[in-house]
């Protein structure tokens, strides 16, 4: 049984142990709650940011913005060639 082997484990153990390991799982618990609190910092910029309070949300405007980013580039890419046709690279 878990509970007999749990007895057995604690009879095993030293308080030095013991409280080593109580220590860990503070910490590991400090560390969520840290963990926890960046998350939620980061959403609140997200919503600043961009009104999204999701990971789904931030994935469709990342889709959204390399849609735009790419139609960007397109754009820029017609400019240069336009500007590439009328200059006389020759008389520069």
């Known amino acids: 049984m878990i509970q007999d082997d749990l007895k057995g484990w604690r009879n095993n153990v030293t308080t030095s142990e013991y ?19 960046s998350i939620e910092q980061i959403k609140q910029q997200w919503k600043k940011d961009f009104g999204i309070i999701s990971v789904e949300e931030a994935e469709e405007k990342i889709t959204e913005l390399k849609k735009e980013i790419e139609s960007l580039k397109e754009e820029r890419d017609k400019l240069m060639k336009k500007l590439e046709d009328i200059t006389d690279w020759d008389a520069i």
């Open 19 to 37: 409280e080593e390991i109580k220590k860990k799982i503070k910490r590991a618990n400090e560390a969520a709650i840290r963990a926890e609190g």
